[in-house]
């Protein structure tokens, strides 16, 4: 079993639809969670970044943490052509190791 | 302020050559850890650098190897290249105070024939 699973889609959906992404871990040490970006051939960019358990929003992204159930999740209101990107979770304890999940791939239908 | 850069953008080596892959950090960033993404896949820990010094490595074999230098840019350097080493190498950097928020680089394009 892997520390990060993540559903590598893809996921399509028209312009202006609610996004939901998520990902599952194994591992209750980890207390750092990050979102990140990654268009084709580009390295990640930092889109959310959360200690611990609760809701952080930065425009229209929200992003979740759940670490009773071991469970994130990203959420991206109003979706943008532009939005088209793979997506990848990432998680760490506080130490030197960021597990990152899979991706996964979305599009956003003009 | 500038973000964190990489060189070469893409590379070609044969099995069995070696390759060196720099990265700047971002200005203010003290710590940098290198990554390996495969084709389709999530970004794999291979270590970090902490002020001139390896401080954790991820599961990757003694032959991938790094510096980091006083300025706090880096170096990923690879012997006896296997074609499994094909991939974006990416590194990324941060301040060891702020540790959820890594910036990288747009990454280096391996290619091993």
């Known amino acids: 079993q892997k520390e990060v699973e993540q559903d590598p889609g893809p996921l399509s959906v028209p312009e202006g639809a609610i996004v939901s992404l998520n990902c599952t871990y194994s591992?209750?040490?980890?207390?750092?969670f990050m979102w990140y970006r990654q268009y084709s051939r580009k390295g990640p960019e930092l889109l959310m970044y959360?200690?611990?358990?609760g809701n952080k929003e930065d425009g229209r992204f929200t992003a979740q943490v759940d670490k009773s159930s071991k469970y994130i999740s990203l959420f991206i209101r109003d979706s943008q052509p532009s939005d088209s990107a793979t997506y990848l979770c990432?998680?760490?304890?506080?130490?030197?190791?960021?597990?990152f999940g899979a991706g996964t791939r979305l599009f956003v239908k003009a | 302020e500038t973000g964190v850069t990489q060189s070469p953008t893409h590379l070609i080596k044969t099995r069995g050559q070696q390759v060196t892959l720099r990265c700047s950090s971002q200005s203010g960033h003290n710590t940098v850890s290198w990554y390996q993404q495969a084709l389709g896949q999530g970004p794999q820990f291979i270590f970090q650098?902490?002020?001139?010094?390896?401080?954790g490595r991820g599961n990757f074999p003694p032959r991938f190897s790094g510096l980091q230098f006083p300025n706090y840019s880096s170096e990923l350097n690879v012997n006896a290249l296997e074609l499994d080493d094909s991939a974006l190498y990416l590194c990324a950097s941060f301040d060891a105070g702020s540790l959820g928020e890594q910036f990288f680089g747009p990454g280096t394009r391996l290619t091993v024939l």
């Open positions: 591992n209750s040490a980890f207390q750092y």
């Open positions: 650098y902490y002020r001139e010094e390896e401080n």
């Open positions: 959360t200690y611990s358990s």
């Open positions: 990432a998680m760490h304890t506080g130490g030197f190791k960021t597990i």
